[in-house]
């Protein structure tokens, strides 16, 4: 199965769509119901569609963590429990694997004029599915902290260590650094940023055969280890919401945080606002050397379910052309990097937008990726709290991929 997703990275400003009115949603009569992830931009869509509710259109929506679980079974019924899912790059893949979810060609010709090629997530020719923003894990830091140390903000990871050693030994702060390492799926993301920013390849060609046993693999582990010697003990722990709260309160200089939360950390509702005022972003760090971001690029898109009536399909197509209108982005600026020609621009986009420039690559869309962040994710943390040597540990991760493919049917 070939994917392709269509975007031009470095083509930012024209991403998306043309300036549309979206007055009114004019959906036909139908069903519409969303099953997504939940965090603050997508709540924004969500919340746009249900202005599309009327006398012949019912719209409900489940926004939860545990979307990725409830997918596949949910759209295997039919009719399917949701018409709508909102999805990232990972979690796409077992839709597809299945064939749960319907070609949008016929939908796109008739009612998403407003939208460009560039957005579209295509499968041999079929758009299966419609990015509306994009995200990455990047550089947050506190300019005034850095200023007191007298060093520029980190382009580096070697760099961000020799801040956060200054920071430390000048009192102003025991634990500078953080970084999402709980397990079991954000260590392995810290892992696989690190890893491609290092120049590691994670299969063999276009095969499914894992290669991170390799030199690249152990400097990325040592690195995330040397890392945690400017983390509080309790770095297992760490999700961008427990990081916040040390943010607020002046506990941590420097972290790789997810952009879609760059906002809040701006807001100064939740940060005190002289920390807030002081709170930068910029790219991801480079590593070892090597030239691009040490982060991966995510789009989040809707589909529409394959197990519904024509009718339901319609109306969902048509509510989510409203929810993700140029009108709803410019609504709320600063909760993501909105997909959106005439987008306005927002500080909290910076660092996604450095990264995007930076080269950052797009976390991949194998069918078979999932297998391999689940196995890394399982076997990283005896190597971070020392209970295994790095090269055990990649042996280890590799051990379980290749099993759980195997049985998959994608190795022989």
Same mark, same amino acid.
């Given at each position: 199965?070939?994917?392709?997703?269509?975007?031009?990275?470095?083509?930012?400003?024209?991403?998306?769509?043309?300036?549309?009115?979206?007055?009114?949603?004019?959906?036909?009569?139908?069903?519409?119901?969303?099953?997504?992830?939940?965090?603050?931009?997508?709540?924004?869509?969500?919340?746009?569609a249900?202005?599309?509710a009327? %006398?012949?259109?019912?719209?409900?929506?489940?926004?939860?963590?545990?979307?990725? +679980?409830?997918?596949?079974?949910?759209?295997?019924?039919?009719?399917?429990?949701?018409?709508?899912?909102?999805?990232?790059?990972?979690?796409?893949?077992?839709?597809?694997?299945?064939?749960?979810?319907?070609?949008?060609?016929?939908? $796109?010709?008739?009612?998403?004029?407003?939208?460009?090629?560039?957005?579209f997530?295509?499968?041999?020719?079929?758009?299966?599915?419609?990015?509306f923003?994009?995200?990455?894990?990047?550089?947050? /830091?506190?300019?005034?902290v850095?200023a007191?140390?007298?060093? %520029?903000?980190?382009?580096? /990871?070697?760099?961000?260590?020799d801040?956060?050693?200054?920071?430390?030994?000048?009192?102003?702060?025991?634990?500078?650094?953080?970084?999402? *390492?709980?397990?079991?799926? *954000?260590?392995?993301?810290?892992?696989?940023?690190?890893?491609?920013?290092?120049?590691?390849?994670?299969?063999?060609?276009?095969?499914?055969?894992?290669?991170i046993?390799?030199?690249?693999?152990?400097?990325?582990? +040592?690195?995330?280890?040397?890392?945690?010697?400017?983390?509080?003990?309790?770095?297992?722990?760490?999700?961008? *919401?427990?990081?916040?709260?040390?943010?607020?309160?002046?506990?941590?200089?420097?972290?790789?945080?997810?952009?879609?939360?760059?906002?809040?950390?701006?807001?100064?509702?939740?940060?005190?606002?002289?920390?807030?005022?002081?709170?930068?972003?910029?790219?991801? %760090?480079? $590593?070892g050397?090597?030239?691009?971001?040490?982060?991966?690029?995510?789009?989040?898109?809707?589909?529409?379910?394959k197990?519904?009536?024509?009718?339901?399909?319609?109306?969902?197509?048509?509510?989510?052309?409203?929810?993700?209108?140029?009108?709803?982005?410019?609504?709320?600026?600063?909760?993501?990097?909105?997909?959106?020609? *005439?987008?306005?621009?927002?500080?909290?986009?910076?660092? $996604?937008?450095?990264?995007?420039k930076?080269?950052?690559?797009?976390?991949?869309?194998?069918?078979?990726?999932?297998?391999l962040?689940?196995?890394?994710?399982?076997?990283?943390?005896?190597?971070?709290?020392?209970?295994?040597?790095? +090269? +055990?540990?990649?042996?280890?991760?590799?051990?379980? /991929?290749?099993?759980?493919?195997?049985?998959?049917?994608?190795?022989?």
């Amino acid at each position: 199965m070939r994917t392709h997703t269509l975007f031009c990275w470095l083509a930012f400003a024209n991403l998306m769509v043309t300036t549309s009115s979206a007055l009114s949603c004019g959906t036909d009569p139908g069903a519409v119901r969303i099953l997504s992830n939940d965090f603050d931009s997508l709540r924004i869509v969500a919340a746009a569609a249900l202005e599309c509710a009327s %006398p012949t259109v019912t719209i409900t929506k489940n926004q939860t963590t545990q979307h990725a +679980e409830l997918q596949v079974p949910a759209l295997k019924v039919n009719p399917a429990k949701y018409t709508v899912v909102i999805l990232s790059n990972d979690t796409m893949t077992a839709l597809l694997n299945g064939g749960l979810l319907r070609s949008l060609n016929d939908l $796109v010709a008739r009612y998403g004029q407003q939208l460009k090629a560039n957005q579209f997530v295509t499968i041999d020719g079929k758009i299966m599915a419609v990015a509306f923003m994009v995200n990455a894990q990047h550089l947050f /830091y506190r300019a005034d902290v850095l200023a007191e140390v007298g060093v %520029p903000p980190p382009s580096s /990871y070697e760099q961000m260590l020799d801040a956060a050693r200054r920071i430390r030994d000048k009192g102003i702060m025991r634990y500078p650094l953080a970084a999402t *390492d709980r397990p079991d799926w *954000d260590l392995a993301q810290e892992f696989i940023n690190m890893y491609l920013g290092y120049g590691g390849e994670l299969f063999d060609g276009g095969t499914a055969r894992t290669v991170i046993v390799n030199e690249r693999g152990v400097k990325a582990l +040592e690195m995330m280890k040397s890392l945690t010697a400017y983390m509080r003990p309790d770095f297992l722990t760490y999700t961008t *919401d427990s990081i916040a709260p040390m943010w607020a309160a002046n506990e941590v200089a420097m972290a790789n945080l997810w952009g879609s939360r760059a906002n809040a950390f701006l807001t100064g509702n939740s940060i005190p606002l002289a920390i807030a005022r002081s709170t930068r972003f910029a790219a991801a %760090p480079t $590593v070892g050397g090597q030239h691009i971001p040490s982060t991966t690029l995510w789009w989040d898109a809707f589909a529409i379910a394959k197990n519904i009536d024509d009718a339901d399909a319609r109306a969902s197509f048509q509510t989510m052309m409203h929810a993700i209108s140029p009108a709803a982005a410019n609504a709320h600026p600063g909760a993501a990097v909105w997909l959106t020609s *005439d987008a306005k621009t927002s500080a909290s986009a910076a660092g $996604v937008i450095a990264s995007v420039k930076g080269g950052a690559k797009s976390y991949p869309t194998a069918p078979y990726m999932g297998y391999l962040h689940n196995a890394i994710g399982a076997n990283l943390a005896a190597f971070m709290q020392g209970r295994k040597s790095a +090269e +055990e540990t990649l042996q280890d991760a590799a051990t379980t /991929y290749t099993t759980a493919v195997r049985e998959a049917g994608y190795l022989r």
